[in-house]
Structures are given as structure tokens and as C-alpha cells.
């Protein structure tokens, strides 16, 4: 198993601000993922970080909103960037383990509200 | 593109009893996982049962148990003996397995598990 700390746990922050949300993984993953929960819906991936290069984002998600960094094997951050009302969701990380179907973990997510 | 479908968006149980949550999917592909996970008011997303599409018999976790029926395409999640800790927001999620599948995961919208003392 894996322990993913995210930082911060929320946030409360003026448009047009960004936002960079950290996620440390406890060992080494191959695979880091970005999540949006909107408020009292589903999760939606906003994009898989690989290490050494560049993130592969979802359809509806675009760099420049959301830029990702990936340095190492345990860690990645996620950007909100130019922040609007409509940004509020929880931000979830989640990182998956090499070989066969280990299962992916989660971090706590980051609450950010966008007043 | 796969999609995953929990028609209960809210579900009660009397605590001790017994409580059964639905999921359909719909996917193309042969095999691929299958998993429940749990998130409660802490925001936390745990893992509570998963299931390889491949393997016939169902998972089972101790007071968790699901009725894998592969050619309807549906995953329910049944909790025995419920408790107060059970309640929380569950979704039923699906993953691609194998060679240029992708390893994200497709999530329902959730079924919302109150408990009742």
C-alpha cells in the first residue's frame, strides 16, 4: 500500500489567483493522477503525471489551466491557475503501483473554495 | 468510452441489517477491473472491494461482498451486519487492464449510505 499526503487540505482564494496543490507519495509510483470533484458529484480525471515528461491531460482540461509537475517518483503538483468561482471542488491525488491491478490510492483532498 | 452508471443516488439501513448498492457498467472490452471505493466526511477515498473481470467467483471482504454479473454488466456491493461506520458516500469504479488500456479510473456518481441506529 501506499500513504499520499496532499497539501493543503483547503483553501480559500480570490479569482484570478492560482493555486498549487502538493502531493507526496510514501515510495516510489509509476503513475500520479489529478482529480476534480465538483460539489456533491463523481470524480473526473484531469490528467495522468508521468515522470520525465509531460503530463497527459483529459478531454475538457488543458495545460494552461491546470499545468502538472511530476519531478521525481513521489511527488507531483497540480496548479489551478487564473482561478474562477467555478473552480471550487475537491482536488484529489491518486498514484498507482507498479505490475498486475494494484489498486490506486488516494490522498486526503484539497478543498478549495474560489470566492 | 467506458461509462459506469449507480442508479441510487441515496440509500438508508437500519443498523445491523442489511444493505445491497447497484452498479451497471459498459465497456467494450473483455477484461478490466472493477472496484468500490468509500469516501467518507474526511474526504478520503478507500478502497473497500475489488474484482478482476476474469475471475468468476465474487469478491469478497468480510462484511463486504459483491454479485459480479459479467454478461449484464453489473457490480452491486452488498454490506452485512451494517454499522454507523458504513455510512458514507460510495462509488463504483471501472479500470482497463492490459496493454494500451488506460489505468485511470471511470467512476459512477455515487450512492449516499446512511446508517440508522
Known amino acids: 500500500s501506499a500513504v499520499i499526503s496532499q497539501k493543503p487540505s483547503r483553501d480559500i482564494c480570490q479569482r484570478g489567483t492560482s493555486l498549487t496543490i502538493q502531493c507526496q507519495v510514501d515510495?516510489?509510483?509509476?503513475?500520479m493522477f489529478w482529480y476534480r470533484q465538483q460539489p456533491g458529484q463523481s470524480l473526473t480525471l484531469i490528467a495522468t503525471a508521468n515522470q520525465g515528461s509531460e503530463a497527459t491531460y483529459e478531454s475538457g482540461f488543458v495545460i494552461d489551466k491546470f499545468p502538472i509537475s511530476r519531478p521525481n517518483l513521489t511527488f507531483s503538483t497540480l496548479t489551478v491557475s487564473n482561478m474562477s468561482p467555478e473552480d471550487s471542488s475537491i482536488y484529489l491525488c491518486?498514484?498507482?503501483?507498479?505490475?498486475?491491478?494494484?489498486?490506486?490510492?488516494f490522498g486526503q483532498g484539497t478543498r478549495l473554495t474560489v470566492v | 468510452a467506458q461509462t459506469v452508471t449507480q442508479s441510487q443516488p441515496e440509500m438508508s439501513v437500519q443498523e445491523a441489517e442489511t444493505v445491497t448498492l447497484s452498479c451497471t457498467y459498459d465497456?467494450?472490452?473483455?477484461?478490466?477491473?472493477l472496484f468500490w471505493y468509500k469516501q467518507p466526511p474526511s474526504r478520503q477515498m478507500i478502497l473497500v472491494i475489488r474484482?478482476?473481470?476474469?475471475?468468476?467467483q465474487n469478491a469478497t471482504e468480510n462484511r463486504f461482498s459483491v454479485n459480479f454479473q459479467k454478461a449484464a454488466k453489473s457490480f452491486s456491493l452488498k454490506i452485512s451486519d451494517s454499522q454507523l461506520g458504513d455510512a458514507a458516500m460510495y462509488f463504483c469504479a471501472y479500470r482497463s487492464i492490459g496493454q494500451g488500456g488506460s489505468e485511470k479510473l471511470v467512476f459512477g456518481k455515487g450512492t449516499k449510505l446512511t446508517v440508522n441506529p
Open positions: 474484482q478482476e473481470a476474469y475471475k468468476q
Open positions: 491518486s498514484a498507482k503501483g507498479t505490475g498486475g491491478w494494484t489498486e490506486a490510492f
Open positions: 465497456t467494450s472490452e473483455s477484461d478490466y477491473y
Open positions: 515510495s516510489q509510483v509509476t503513475m
